[in-house]
């Protein structure tokens, strides 16, 4: 009896064994199943630009702006559900996000670089209330974009019940007119036959303008003229507002234009074929931060002055819009593109552009300002520009994390800024924040490969194992030329300096690193260099106006001999992908050599047969019949 207990046990325990194996195999093949269908199953309807399904008209508005080709290039950003970005717009003196809680901050950059960003309680949008038969409309939806090329920022308000009727809203703060902050307003209402009612109002209220903020309306309005001769109505408010920033008794004058709201469109018929449009230019001025009890009605008045000419030159000016564009084209001749990395930190393409995107407008531009500089302090500071010694010193920026980011709020923005110029002081550029905006470009774009001039040349002195990625400069200023390189990783895991130059006002000339060879004349023609790594470490390029000293640098240097290069990319990518495939060889056999087990138990375990009269016969434990094997 006790065998054949023990038979009936060891049965019923192996058929369930076989059981719950099975069972697990098929759960874990259910779970495997789950798992590559999740993001179909889970998929939402992809928000565009943030908005809602139920804003259909404004998805299909704003898809028809074409966006999705400039974001592909790198030179737009919108603010998705998936990544709320903030677009940000300033010209260095006034800076505000794009927000509907938006605030506008005066920038001084103070002393040493500390750039204080005072909040003026102010929000700058203008905001655009549409009225029909039955009251007044609140808008359903909105959505923000970004022009990263020409620094325009656009707002799209679409209203629920007036048959999409969309507002496209054009923003900019104009890079040359810095006390101008311009808004032109599209309104599509191509489906709606009935008369509307626009009225334009600035976020801010004159009651907070003259409560809250404290500021005074000048009884005498300003009246200008427009580019077309239109009359123009600006009411001015005039105080003083705290600079907490930059300490508890700090303050400065400000004056702000605002126009009065001429737009009294009381009718707005259907328009099935074209769009109605107008502009509202705003004027915001100010002082230097002091004191305020030091600050006189003088400073206030001074700040009314200057921005009554301001109004009424930028007013006047026909292609004001035209003007910001070309300015804010000059920044962008020095480039900066990097191609993918093997490292998960590196700041991919889109993150470096936004990052600079992000400084120069934070920061003032006194070479765009042709009315401000003198031509003797213009002179300086393009000398300056052209060779800026000692910028910059130090390890590259390619990698550094903290510096290329994508900004949450203005608040990260202005922190982005700071930590920038005290990076640069730091490393040989202290001389750069008074180029403004144009120094900035050309240090960051030094930086991210550690480019670094001396008295007598350019060098490429970062340590080879950064190149990582395929890396594009354009642009360089040296000597009066600009001078392009592509550092490109080959197919053998070596890399290769590719180096040209354009408008030249005289010749250069280039070495690889050590300058082992003979100097070339640098011109439009790309020359190409492999990446040599010396004994002692040495520059990978040098570029001079005399081959002279080129040539006397070679044996300055005492090279004693020359290391193999392999990017550390492509070997590290490599040594990666082949431990990867190791480890999935590994897993792959282990589960095979587990399935073939658990096959051979189960059909084994399944042809078992136990015969009972014999064990009850003789009292032992049956023989194992097998029939068949597999």
């Keep these: 009896m006790v065998y054949l207990s023990m038979a009936r046990f060891f049965t019923y325990i192996n058929l369930q064994t076989i059981r719950n194996r099975r069972n697990i195999i098929i759960g874990v093949l259910f779970l495997l199943l789950l798992i590559y269908l999740m993001p179909n199953i889970f998929r939402s309807t992809k928000s565009y630009l943030g908005i809602s399904a139920s804003s259909e008209c404004l998805t299909k508005f704003v898809a028809s702006e074409s966006w999705d080709g400039l974001v592909a290039d790198e030179k737009a950003t919108l603010s998705t559900a998936e990544v709320p970005l903030l677009p940000y717009l300033g010209n260095g003196r006034l800076g505000f996000g794009l927000s509907r809680d938006s605030k506008l901050y005066l920038h001084d950059p103070g002393e040493g670089g500390e750039h204080f960003y005072i909040d003026s309680g102010l929000s700058p949008l203008i905001n655009i209330m549409v009225e029909s038969g039955v009251g007044s409309r609140s808008l359903s939806n909105d959505a923000w974009a970004l022009n990263i090329e020409s620094a325009f920022g656009y707002r799209y308000v679409s209203y629920s019940q007036l048959d999409c009727l969309t507002v496209k809203q054009k923003i900019f703060a104009h890079r040359t007119k810095s006390s101008l902050i311009v808004q032109r307003f599209s309104i599509y209402n191509y489906r709606d036959t009935r008369t509307l009612s626009v009225k334009p109002a600035l976020s801010t209220s004159p009651s907070d303008l003259t409560g809250r903020l404290g500021l005074a309306a000048d009884p005498a309005p300003l009246a200008v003229a427009d580019s077309q001769g239109k009359p123009v109505s600006y009411v001015v408010y005039k105080g003083i507002l705290p600079a907490a920033e930059a300490g508890a008794d700090r303050a400065v004058p400000v004056c702000l234009a605002v126009p009065k709201p001429v737009v009294e469109m009381s009718e707005l018929p259907g328009n099935p074929i074209g769009t109605t449009e107008f502009t509202f230019v705003l004027g915001v001025q100010y002082g230097a931060i002091s004191s305020r009890t030091s600050i006189t009605e003088e400073a206030v008045e001074d700040c009314v002055t200057r921005l009554k000419e301001e109004i009424e030159s930028g007013i006047k000016l026909v292609a004001l819009e035209d003007s910001h564009t070309e300015a804010w084209r000059s920044l962008w001749r020095s480039r900066l593109h990097v191609g993918p990395s093997s490292e998960p930190d590196a700041p991919n393409s889109f993150v470096t552009q936004y990052t600079i995107y992000n400084i120069l407008s934070s920061v003032e531009s ?9 031509t003797t302090r213009r002179e300086e500071l393009v000398r300056l520009l052209n060779n800026p010694e000692t910028c910059f010193r130090g390890h590259p920026t390619v990698d550094a994390v903290a510096l290329w980011r994508t900004p949450a709020t203005v608040a990260d923005v202005h922190q982005l800024v700071r930590l920038w110029t005290l990076t640069l002081e730091k490393h040989g550029c202290s001389k750069i924040p008074e180029l403004g905006a144009s120094g900035m470009m050309e240090a960051m774009v030094l930086s991210f490969a550690s480019f670094t001039f001396t008295q007598h040349h350019l060098a490429l002195t970062a340590d080879p194992h950064y190149f990582h990625r395929d890396i594009r400069l354009r642009h360089v200023n040296c000597e009066g030329c600009y001078i392009h390189l592509n550092i490109s990783l080959l197919a053998d895991g070596t890399a290769s300096l590719n180096v040209s130059a354009e408008s030249c006002e005289l010749q250069l000339f280039v ?87 658990v096959v051979r138990e189960w059909r084994g375990s399944r042809n078992v047969v136990v015969d009972l009269p014999s064990l009850y016969r003789t009292g032992r434990p049956p023989r194992r019949k097998l029939q068949g094997w597999i």
């Design 366 to 374: 006194p070479l765009l300002d042709v009315d401000e500089l003198t």
């Design 511 to 597: 070495c690889g690193g050590g300058c082992l060879d003979k100097p070339l004349p640098l011109d439009v023609e790309t020359l190409s260099f492999p990446v040599k790594v010396t004994r002692p470490l040495t520059a990978l390029l040098y570029v001079a106006k005399s081959e002279k000293h080129l040539l006397e640098l070679k044996s300055a240097l005492h090279i004693r001999d020359l290391v193999v290069f392999h990017a550390s990319g492509s070997s590290s990518n490599l040594a990666l992908n082949i431990f990867w495939v190791c480890v999935a060889v590994i897993v792959i056999s282990f589960h095979g050599f587990l399935l073939v087990l």
